[in-house]
């Protein structure tokens, strides 16, 4: 990096979600890219100025996506088959774009399965995207 040169925050629109190698159709939100370590707090006699503080396990959040329902049900499926109690871990990425569309940062996850499906909401008076939710269980994620 150049000395004194701005570095712009990306913006939070521009991004895919590739599924083993797949890159499946547009969502329009993407959360859950949380880790949490525990903490273990520790009081050592005597030492009264301050409260030991050790890390414990870590536990990563789930990943919610949110589409638009299309029809492509390759993510059904994938749901379908843990209901039936056949889950199939599969690794992807959250991959964040700059301005010209060239992959900036990328978020991986490992050995994600489908915990929970949530549906569209419908209203006959309603105008807006009929939007199903996809969260994701997983074993840990690395920012590349």
């Known amino acids: 990096m150049v000395p004194g040169k701005r570095r712009d925050p990306y913006v939070n629109f521009n991004f895919l979600v590739e599924i083993n190698g797949m890159i499946e159709a547009g969502f329009s939100e993407v959360s859950g890219l949380d880790i949490e370590t525990e903490v273990f707090e520790y009081k050592e006699g005597g030492v009264n100025a301050y409260i030991h503080k050790l890390p414990t396990q870590t536990k990563y959040s ?55 499906w949530k549906g569209p909401n419908f209203k006959a008076n309603g105008n807006e995207v009929a939007i199903e939710v996809l969260e994701i269980a997983h074993e840990g994620i690395e920012r590349l």
């Open 62 to 116: 789930n990943i919610i996506l949110k589409r638009g329902v299309t029809d492509s049900v390759e993510l059904w499926q994938w749901q379908n088959k843990a209901v039936a109690g056949k889950v199939e871990r599969r690794s992807g990425s959250i991959i964040l774009l700059n301005e010209t569309g060239e992959e900036n940062a990328r978020w991986n996850f490992k050995d994600g399965w489908p915990c929970k």
